[in-house]
């Protein structure tokens, strides 16, 4: 092989030949093994030498491994010292090998004459041969073989390996620089008006990114679980042999019979999570069929205390019975964590302005500027119908058109791997660097189907290519029908309130504008996405924002005002006059002419054009590509062509809005709508209509929608309109919500939770509150509301349900009013399950420790709701406000007469008569006696037995003549009488 070509792209020999070595052996070993090859790993560089720089796990358990040499002079016997001592730390680290692979870039001398006719006996190659029977006679299970120059040469040629010698010894292409340039293009050009780095924050996209492909944070999460699963298995299985040590009687010998089996079982488990424990720290994906298991004992709590020696061998039981009341969960758990649930495809679906470009653009440069993953920006509207992945990826990235899609896909792998130079972060695992994909604007192309045939294909790239992985960004109703497809497991339905909530940018963003909001802090509730923060703050940039109407930050209005801006910048500059409105006049004739077309030439923009338009349209379209509106790019057939402009829409929503406000006009006057818009469109129309002419959409005979598409405008609308006309449509809401419970959920997803941050919203947690106390009793409200979608054998049920209630994304700010957010996560309390429970209460507590008054004033609305779990979690809440170090003492002041009113009162007995309850509120009064705010004499009221007033004490009056005597314990039947005749 001709090294003195071999391209490293800027990194050492050394590195570039492991990287390289380690993707043929990658591909060899797929080949050589196929299905029996169950994990792959590439661990050159996680710190320190553990013999192999990539192995594979085959089935059986046996390993695979590779040691790459940069030794491509003669070789002494300082090399072979080297690759000895690295075998010996491979058998040491990974004592599961079976064949061991060295990789030398150069072929060694062999036997030759020398001096008087002797045949030499100290060539490369005679210490190689005995090398390899030393280590042969160390370690006879272990195969060892050698990859030279010429083996090495072969494997690059190999089908399965095509691109790497295009990538490796092809001096044209320098990916790292060119995938660099295609993100500056994309940040500069369609994404510019987007992505403001200074004000970006870490939200949505970046926490499911961070499973999808891997990073730091998700593996040593993954890592420490297992460690932890371990430990607990290990702390059983010596439990398990402490209580085997006793005698057991013979009737009871079936227990120690099942702990056997156990401790069998648990061997079982340890051995899968000791081999899921080593890929873990190499950052390889969990791909084992008992993620999705539960851990199945024979011995039970109830057998344990059950069992005659319990009470006498009290210190042998205690332990394994602690261990089995949570093992099962524990497990569950962990392997939760340890399933990603995405295969080599995520999709995210998020509304309009919900900040999607930003965020996939904020991730890409982070994993740019830490040299982990290789993002790639792709924008969806360039590409349609007679494009495939090999065109999309050569012309995103500048490429000449000289590979194959498969070539390419394996040169952008080895290009991931050499870029991670996994230099020392100071961690003790490692991440498999990948490439990431990534497609924006799915909604924005000009055919759909196009776009899901792509997706459909790269489900065939996943087994050959583990190192490319792809991300899709799309507007929901593309994919209207998501969860009925194979991949629905990849889609991830973006909040309502977009991948980093306003209240989070807020106040970043109003610093950063230099905007005086003059007292105006309403403003933050009303504004519901990033896209209309960031509008709102191109309007009122470096000034004071005066007395606003609250419909002036409808999303609609702030287009309106922000063409309004753009347009009087024009003036200022004297490029028009006071009565003309050229630049909205351009922008409305380019977005009319768009509906049909992905890109418009000069010239066909300039024949549509009049007077005086057409003699400044050249500035013009300068003008609205700088604010953002228009973006263009050149095209050019071949070098001696005049290079062509190609114009496109930059901004999605905006232009969605100038049609809107065409079609509006034309609904008006009861034309009958031709054309097919898209439902970004009809969004903004349906916000158009509501606010100018109080009316639904559905309402105008002439838009003719299906269902669906009806009920996703009318939810749009009502989430987005203005507060006053929301009011009006009050009860027809709670009408739909009373239709079934699937539809009361899509309500609650779609208008309840993103309108419950603005106070007293008629449409947010407030109705949520009205709606589910009308229910009888919880039993019939946890149907509707905290019981999870897809349970088992519901699938005909009339309360089935696709939509899931999750509050996970909500986060309260300090100023949250407690009828907002915090009223919702109340109700949360209602969940059966209990890590939704144990998060809100979390919340809860953390928000009022640092607004006391306001959760007081939650807790007294909310502590009759007729659901007891509810009640005991929001006194448990109450309760750890109240043991916080600097709890205020107006709080524990009001808090404390409350509970003495209504809990300790004679008909608070009755009311709360609930063992838990009166604990938290025994403790809450102490605190408050012992920091001197409540009076230290109702202390005797908090001990019990407590005094009941005969008049109010509910009886079962069938009860005092029952005569039935049988089916009660002597306990229960004890205490049971004991409290009647009492």
């Known amino acids: 092989m001709e090294w003195t070509k071999f391209n490293t792209h800027g990194e050492s020999s050394n590195h570039a030949f492991e990287v390289m070595c380690n993707v043929l052996f990658e591909s060899w070993c797929k080949s050589e093994y196929k299905d029996n090859l169950k994990y792959f790993s590439f661990v050159n560089g996680s710190g320190g030498d553990g013999g192999v720089e990539a192995y594979g796990v085959l089935n059986s358990g046996e390993v695979i491994g590779v040691q790459s040499k940069w030794f491509p002079d003669k070789m002494e016997d300082t090399q072979f010292n080297q690759i000895e001592k690295s075998f010996n730390t491979a058998i040491k680290v990974i004592p599961e090998i079976t064949r061991y692979i060295v990789c030398i870039p150069r072929d060694f001398t062999s036997k030759k004459v020398v001096k008087n006719g002797e045949i030499a006996k100290n060539t490369e190659e005679n210490k190689w041969i005995k090398l390899v029977k030393t280590f042969k006679d160390s370690n006879p299970s272990v195969s060892v073989e050698l990859w030279d120059e010429t083996t090495i040469q072969a494997k690059v040629m190999k089908p399965e390996a095509m691109g790497c010698y295009k990538y490796w010894f092809d001096n044209t292409e320098v990916f790292d620089a060119e995938i660099v340039n295609s993100f500056e293009r994309a940040v500069n050009g369609w994404a510019k008006t987007k992505y403001i780095p200074d004000l970006y924050s870490t939200g949505y996209i970046h926490d499911k990114l961070e499973v999808f492909a891997g990073n730091y944070n998700v593996i040593k999460k993954r890592y420490n679980g297992v460690k932890k699963i371990l430990s607990i298995f290990e702390s059983l299985k010596k439990a398990y042999v402490d209580i085997l040590k006793l005698k057991y009687p013979e009737k009871e010998k079936s227990i120690v019979e099942n702990i056997k089996l156990d401790i069998a079982v648990l061997n079982e488990w340890i051995s899968r999570f000791k081999i899921i424990e080593k890929i873990i720290v190499d950052g390889v994906e969990i791909e084992e069929d008992f993620v999705d298991e539960r851990i199945k004992l024979n011995c039970t709590v109830s057998d344990l205390k059950d069992c005659s020696l319990y009470y006498h061998h009290y210190s042998h039981f205690t332990p394994v019975i602690e261990i089995l009341e949570n093992v099962v969960d524990d497990v569950f758990e962990c392997c939760q964590i340890l399933n990603s649930g995405f295969d080599n495809r995520i999709i995210f679906l998020g509304n309009q302005g919900t900040g999607k470009t930003a965020g996939i653009i904020a991730e890409a440069n982070t994993l740019l500027q830490e040299k982990s993953h290789l993002p790639i920006l792709v924008r969806a509207k360039d590409f349609t119908v007679g494009d495939n992945w090999l065109s999309i990826l050569v012309k995103t990235l500048g490429l000449p058109n000289t590979w194959s899609d498969r070539e390419l896909l394996r040169a952008l792998e080895n290009a991931a791997l050499l870029r991670n130079k996994l230099h020392d972060h100071g961690h003790s695992i490692n991440i498999q660097p990948k490439c990431l994909i990534c497609i924006d604007g799915i909604e924005e192309a000009a055919s759909w189907s196009f776009w899901e045939e792509r997706i459909e294909e790269t489900k065939a790239y996943e087994k050959d290519f583990a190192g490319i992985k792809f991300v899709f960004l799309s507007r929901p109703y593309v994919f209207r029908d998501y969860y009925k497809r194979d991949y629905r497991h990849c889609f991830c339905r973006m909040p309502g309130y977009g991948d980093v909530s306003v209240a989070e940018l807020f106040d970043k963003y109003i610093g950063y504008y230099n905007i005086d909001l003059d007292g105006n802090r309403w403003i933050k509730g009303m504004l519901r996405t990033p896209m209309a923060l960031k509008l709102f703050c191109d309007i009122y940039k470096n000034s004071k924002v005066g007395s606003l109407p609250k419909n002036s930050v409808v999303i609609t209005k702030l287009f309106q005002e922000k063409i309004k801006s753009v347009e009087n910048v024009y003036r200022k500059a004297g490029k028009e006059t006071d009565n003309q409105s050229m630049v909205k006049s351009t922008l409305i004739m380019v977005a009319t002419m768009l509906v049909d077309k992905s890109e418009l030439s000069y010239d066909e923009i300039y024949s549509a054009c009049k007077e005086p338009i057409k003699s400044h349209l050249e ?99 009502l989430a987005n309109t203005s507060v006053e006309i929301a009011s009006d449509y009050r009860d027809y809401v709670k009408s739909l919500m009373n239709y079934s419970p699937d539809e009361f959920r899509e309500i609650f997803d779609r208008i309840i939770l993103l309108t419950s941050n603005v106070p007293n919203h008629p449409l947010g947690s407030i109705l949520l509150d009205e709606f589910l106390r009308e229910f009888d009793s919880s039993a019939q409200r946890d149907i509707w509301w905290s019981i999870p979608t897809y349970l088992k054998d519901n699938y005909d049920a009339d309360w089935r349900c696709y939509t899931e209630i999750d509050t996970t994304n909500i986060k309260l700010s300090n100023d949250e009013d407690y009828l907002g957010l915090p009223l919702i996560l109340v109700w949360r309390l209602s969940s059966v399950d209990n890590d939704v429970r144990h998060e809100c209460r979390g919340k809860l507590t953390e928000w009022g420790i640092n607004n006391s008054k306001q959760f007081f004033k939650l807790f007294t609305h909310c502590v009759d709701i007729n659901d007891e779990q509810i009640v005991e979690d929001i006194f448990s809440v109450a309760y750890g406000i109240a043991l916080g170090q600097n709890v205020q003492d107006e709080y524990l002041n009001s808090l404390s007469n409350w509970i003495m009113e209504n809990v300790f009162s004679d008909e608070g007995l009755v009311r709360y008569e609930n063992v838990v309850v009166r604990y938290y509120c025994t403790g809450i009064v102490k605190i408050a006696i012992c920091k001197e705010v409540c009076d230290k004499g109702v202390e005797s009221k908090l001990i019990p037995p407590y005094t009941y007033q005969a008049s109010i004490m509910p009886a079962c009056e069938e009860a005092f003549d029952a005569k039935r005597m049988s089916g009660y314990g002597p306990i229960d039947y004890d205490l049971a009488r004991e409290t009647l005749i009492k």
């Open 619 to 717: 500035d013009i379209l300068k003008f609205v590509e700088e604010e953002g509106f228009i973006y263009s790019r050149q095209i050019q057939m071949d070098d001696f062509s005049i290079p062509e402009t190609l114009y496109s829409w930059g901004m999605q929503p905006a232009f969605d809005y100038l049609i809107a406000r065409k079609l509006f006009d034309a609904v008006k006057a009861h034309k009958t709508i031709e054309t097919e818009y898209t439902n970004g469109i009809y969004q903004m129309l349906s916000l158009v209509v509501i606010e100018e002419d109080k009316k639904l959409l559905f309402q105008y005979p002439n838009i003719k929608l299906s269902d669906d598409v009806k009920f996703d405008l009318v939810c749009y609308a």
